[in-house]
Each structure stands twice: as structure tokens, then as C-alpha cells.
Nanobody
Framework: QVQLVESGGGLVQAGGSLRLSCAAS????????MGWFRQAPGKEREFVAG????????FYADSVKGRFTISRDNAKNTVFLQMDSLKPEDTAVYYC??????????????????WGQGTQVTVSS
């Protein structure tokens, strides 16, 4: 497993941008599919974006497609989530997660074995 620490959350106005970072420990980071999830108050945790370790392919929830971009820097053991055109409904605690998988697309929370502590993102209207 890897240990994950998120950063970059905060308060932003609607239409603004934030960039989340997730730093991972361990020497096998490049072999993990990385994902971002979020959980709003009173709602279940939901998948936001993922990036495979196989070829670096990316996949997104429909609600963020075209606005959010996930990327990774294997040399720095870090995954990023660039969030643009933010909406109030994007307000949530955002979690970074890591999965060992041979599948090209991994979106289920149950498939991710390592989680960060979360970072709060608040979008004001």
C-alpha cells in the first residue's frame, strides 16, 4: 500500500479554479491507478476522476468532464486534479485514492485500497 496526503483545497467563487495535489509515499507509485473521489454532506462518496498506470489513460465522471483534469508525475509520486469552472455543487471533501488493478478503468471505491485524509473544497455562489 501507499500513504497519501492531499493538499490544495480551499474556498473559491463559482467559475474559479483550484488545483489539488496528492503526494504518495512508496517506490511503486507508478504501478498504481490513481483516483479522486468526493463526498458532500449527507451524500455518498462518488468517483470524480481517475488515471491508469497503464498508458496514463484518464477517465471522468460525467458531472466533471470538460472541467476537471487529472494528471500524474511519477517522478514526484504525485497526482493532481485541476478543477476549472467550479460550481457550488462541486463543494465536498475531496479524497485521493490508489488502486492496484490491471483494468483500464477503475471507478469503484471498493477497488481502491489506499486513501488520503481528504481536503475540503468549498465553492461559493
Amino acid at each position: 500500500q501507499v500513504q497519501l496526503v492531499e493538499s490544495g483545497g480551499g474556498l473559491v467563487q463559482a467559475g474559479g479554479s483550484l488545483r489539488l495535489s496528492c503526494a504518495a509515499s512508496g517506490r511503486t507509485f507508478s504501478m498504481y491507478t490513481m483516483g479522486w473521489f468526493r463526498q458532500a454532506p449527507g451524500k455518498e462518496r462518488e468517483f470524480v476522476a481517475g488515471i491508469s498506470w497503464i498508458g496514463g489513460s484518464t477517465f471522468y465522471a460525467d458531472s466533471v468532464k470538460g472541467r476537471f483534469t487529472i494528471s500524474r508525475d511519477n517522478a514526484k509520486n504525485t497526482v493532481f486534479l485541476q478543477m476549472d469552472s467550479l460550481k457550488p455543487e462541486d463543494t465536498a471533501v475531496y479524497y485521493c485514492a490508489a488502486a492496484r488493478s490491471l483494468r483500464a478503468v477503475v471507478v469503484g471505491a471498493e477497488d481502491f485500497g489506499s486513501w488520503g485524509q481528504g481536503t475540503q473544497v468549498t465553492v461559493s455562489s
